[in-house]
């Protein structure tokens, strides 16, 4: 009679890989973050089969440097998905045309004007976030509602601004900080974007600010009833929204050296996307900004490739829809990345 020892053995050979490799599937689920870098390796090489030269060093920083404006508006995003409340800044795109225009109007094309355009459109983005976190913590006005509401304020603020016709340059100082390179050929919008990064990983990793953020994502009742400020920091969140996406605003006037009036009207449904993308849950209380830059770089590749394809606008948006989608069924968020 044959021991059972070797079938048991022979069965396990067989099922051991399978089982491995569910195991391994599962783990890799539950980091959306790290699936969206896999992502972007698969899709600059799909650029690169698609059409050589797609991986070329100058074509990846160009690519970076048109994915940080994206990246720096998704940080503020990803600061008020995290807080919870079923939170989403929709009037980050009005302000950060508000800020373009603004920076374009004071500047005229001169240098020595620079910091006095920069002081001046983070002061009104933290005031129009502000404004936007006191209706939701303290009127209850729902974030959608309230941030959509914002958007027809700011956007009819900008034509009073402007009279309907924006004027005025990027300073050549402000184009060269963006597009001109500063060591090995890096542009120096990407080393602001890397102070930016660091500055939101610190803030959300090794600070009260982020500690408390992350509890009234995940709970605001027991974060209440622990002592937290809930409102007063609803309202904080939302003024680094309105802040950040302010400096995405200025510094993209770097980039396109003159404005429109819908400038940032694109960077709305792109900046969600990216926080989700990366990994952050829609119900809040779970994610980081690690993942948004990730998720950032992913849309901006995608879009890359689009183009190379020359797809129409209309199927770009289908496109970018359907990675969405796809991309949070892969992950199984909300509830089941808290488990």
Known sequence: MKSPQPLAAQQWRQHAPAGALATGARRLGRNPTLVA????????????????????????????????????????????????????DLSVGAVMSLAAVMTAHITLARDALLLQALAAVLVTGLALGALNGVGIAYLRIPPLVMTLGMTGVVQGLTLVYTQGQPKGRAAPLLNEIVVHPWVWGIPGILFLWLAVAIGMTVLLSRTSFGRRLYAIGANRTAALLSGIHVPR???????????????????????????????????????????????????????????????????????????????????????????????????????????
């Open 37 to 88: 870098l896999l992502l972007v390796v698969a899709l600059f090489g799909l650029g690169q089969a698609l059409s050589p030269g797609f991986l070329s060093y100058g074509q990846v920083l160009n690519v970076l440097r048109i994915a940080s404006f994206l990246g720096i508006v998704a940080a503020g995003q990803t600061l008020v998905v995290i807080s919870g409340g079923e939170g989403i």
């Open 233 to 339: 920091m609803v309202v904080a969140t939302y003024a680094l929204s309105g802040a950040l996406a302010a400096l995405a605003g200025y510094l993209f006037v770097g980039y396109t050296t003159t404005v429109f009036l819908d400038i940032g009207g694109d960077y709305v449904l792109r900046s969600v996307a990216a926080v989700v993308v990366g990994g952050t849950s829609l119900a809040g209380g779970a994610g980081s900004y690690t993942g948004s830059v990730v998720g950032a770089v992913v849309l901006t590749v995608l879009e890359a490739i689009l183009t190379t394809l020359r797809m129409g606008e209309a199927g770009r948006q289908v496109v970018h829809g359907l990675v969405l989608v796809l991309l949070l069924a892969a992950y199984g968020r909300q509830r089941r990345l808290r488990q």
